[in-house]
Every structure is written in C-alpha cells, then in structure tokens.
C-alpha cells in the first residue's frame, strides 16, 4: 500500500524547535522527490522545504535558514528540522512524494501525487 505518515507535530512556544518525520511504504522511495507543504489557517497551501532523490535541496523564503529538510533511504523517512518557530508556522504540515522525473526538488504542490494525511503544529506566543 502506497502510503505517507507524518509524526512529530504539536504545540511549541515562539522561539522553539520541533522535529517532524514521514515515514513512506509501498513506493520506490530513493527515486522520489519530496516535499514538506503546510497550508495555515485561512490561507493556500504552500510548499515549504523539498529535496530530489540526489539529496538538492529547496526552501522556501520563510523557512530558509530556519528549517532543514532531511531523508534517510535506507528507512524511507523524511524529515524537517524546525527551529525559530513563530505564531506564523502554525499549520497542518504535510509530506509529498512524486517520482524524481525533472531531476531536481519542488515546491509546487500541484505535481505531486502521493500525500500524507497532515499532523498539527502549534506555536504560541
């Protein structure tokens, strides 16, 4: 079964860390891209940090300098390192996969087509 499953969320204080994880089954995951989406409240979904199947990595503005993407092949898991969280992070954060055909990492959600199912974070003030 093709599968995403994201852990690691919940509530943290402005200025705090948390480490996020998405373990993938049931896909070739070494030949794939991947990609942290968040989508906060009221507002689109947004790409935020991705990485190819060489290990290229692609941040967006907001989370440059603050988060590192990070995968393990060996046991098919993803990560994201966030570090210097605000009250701005809080969203449902989702992983993303789709087969590393262009050779480097995206933020566009549109072409992605295997989603986890999202886990919470909370950053208070």
């Known amino acids: 079964q093709v599968q995403l499953v994201e852990s690691g969320g919940g509530a943290v204080q402005s200025g705090g860390s948390l480490r996020l994880s998405c373990t993938a089954s049931?896909?070739?995951?070494?030949?794939?891209?991947l990609t942290w989406f968040r989508q906060r409240p009221g507002q689109e979904r947004e790409g935020v940090a991705g990485?190819?199947?060489?290990?290229?990595?692609i941040y967006s503005d907001s989370a440059r300098g603050r988060f590192t993407i990070s995968r393990d092949n060996v046991k098919t898991t993803l990560n994201l390192e966030m570090n210097s969280l605000t009250p701005d992070d809080t969203a449902t954060y989702y992983c993303a996969a789709m087969e590393d055909y262009r050779g480097h990492p995206s933020l566009s959600g549109g072409q992605f087509d295997i989603w986890g199912q999202g886990t919470q974070v909370t950053v208070s003030s």
């Open positions: 049931g896909f070739y995951f070494s030949r794939y891209c």
């Open positions: 990485i190819d199947s060489q290990g290229h990595t």
